[in-house]
C-alpha cells in the first residue's frame, strides 16, 4: 500500500503538470520501491524523493553518523519498548474475559505506547537508512500524544498519509470550500477510508470513522466550548489549558485505538 499510494502520487502530479514525468525506468522504479521506507513509509512525494534521486551525493561523515543514530534509536523504540509493550496488550486482549476494568484500561494505554513506539521506530530507521545514504525523507511523526486535539493529532501522526489523503481525497471532495454538511461528510469519508486503508475489517473502519466523529464534534462545538472555558476563566491559565486538552485528546485516541486492536466487536466490547 505505501509504494502503490507512492505511484499514485507521482501518477496525478505528472497529470495535473506539477511534476515532469520521469523518462528512465530505473529511476522511476528506484522511486516507488526506494527500500528503506517501502515497508512502513512514509509515503514520498516525487517532488522531494525523485529529484533527490537524480542529485550527486557525496560522503558525509556526519551525516552518516547522524543517520546510525536514528537508526538505532529506531530500534530502540521498536524492541525495547513496542515489544515490552506487546507482551502484556497481546495477553490482555487475547483473554479479556480474565481480566478487570482496570488492566484493560492499562493494556489499551499501553498498546497506545506501542503502536506509536513500532511505527515510529521502523519510521526512525527508514529515515536513518536514507540518510546514510545521503537522501532526507519526509518526517512522519512529531510527539502526537501532546497534541491538543483531534485536528492536531492527525497533522503529528503519520503525516505523510494524513497529507496525501488531504491532497487527493479531501481536497478534491471540495475540502471544506462547500456547504457544511458536505464539509462534514467528506471529512467522514477520508477517515472511513483512512479506517480501510489500515486493514479489511469493520474494526478499522470503526476506528476511522470515530476519528471523524471526534472531528467534526469539535467543529460543531468550538464556539460552545470557547465560551465554556472563558466562563470557567481557563483562558487566563494556559499550561492547565493545554494540560487539560492533551489530557482529553489522548482519552479519545486511545479509546479509538480498542477498535483498531481488537479483532473483532466483542473483542473491542
Known amino acids: 500500500s505505501v509504494h502503490t499510494f507512492q505511484s499514485l502520487s507521482y501518477t496525478v502530479e505528472v497529470y495535473r503538470r506539477h511534476q515532469a514525468a520521469e523518462r528512465k525506468l530505473g529511476m522511476f522504479a528506484l522511486y516507488v520501491m526506494f527500500y528503506p521506507q517501502l515497508v512502513a513509509g512514509p509515503i514520498e512525494r516525487p517532488e522531494n524523493l525523485l529529484r533527490q534521486l537524480h542529485e550527486h551525493h557525496r560522503f558525509d561523515a556526519d551525516r552518516v553518523a547522524h543517520g546510525l543514530r536514528q537508526i538505532l534509536w529506531g530500534f530502540f523504540k521498536k524492541v525495547v519498548i513496542a515489544d515490552r509493550c506487546a507482551v502484556v496488550v497481546d495477553q490482555v486482549y487475547s483473554h479479556p474475559d480474565h481480566y478487570g476494568a482496570l488492566s484493560i484500561a492499562l493494556a489499551t494505554y499501553l498498546f497506545a505506547i506501542q503502536i506509536y513506539c513500532d511505527f515510529s521506530g521502523y519510521t526512525d530507521i527508514a529515515l536513518g537508512a536514507a540518510r546514510v545514504m545521503g537522501f532526507d525523507l519526509m518526517v512522519n511523526f512529531r510527539t502526537p500524544y501532546l497534541s ?122
Not at 155 to 169: P, Q
Request: proline share 2%; net charge positive.
Open 148 to 269: 491538543r486535539n483531534i485536528s492536531e493529532f492527525w497533522g503529528r501522526w503519520h503525516i505523510s498519509l494524513s497529507t496525501w489523503f488531504r491532497d487527493y481525497l479531501y481536497i478534491p471532495l471540495g475540502g471544506n470550500r462547500v456547504v457544511r454538511w458536505r464539509w462534514y461528510w467528506n471529512l467522514m469519508i477520508v477517515f472511513l477510508v483512512s479506517g480501510l486503508w489500515h486493514g479489511a475489517a469493520w474494526t478499522y473502519v470503526v476506528w476511522g470513522g470515530l476519528h471523524g466523529t471526534y472531528l467534526i464534534l469539535a467543529i460543531v462545538c468550538a464556539p460552545l466550548l470557547a465560551k465554556f472555558t472563558k466562563a470557567i476563566g481557563l483562558d487566563t491559565k494556559p499550561k492547565l489549558k493545554r494540560a487539560i486538552n492533551i489530557f482529553i485528546t489522548v482519552q479519545l485516541v486511545s479509546f479509538a485505538w480498542i477498535f483498531f486492536r481488537a479483532h473483532t466487536f466483542q473483542e473491542a466490547s
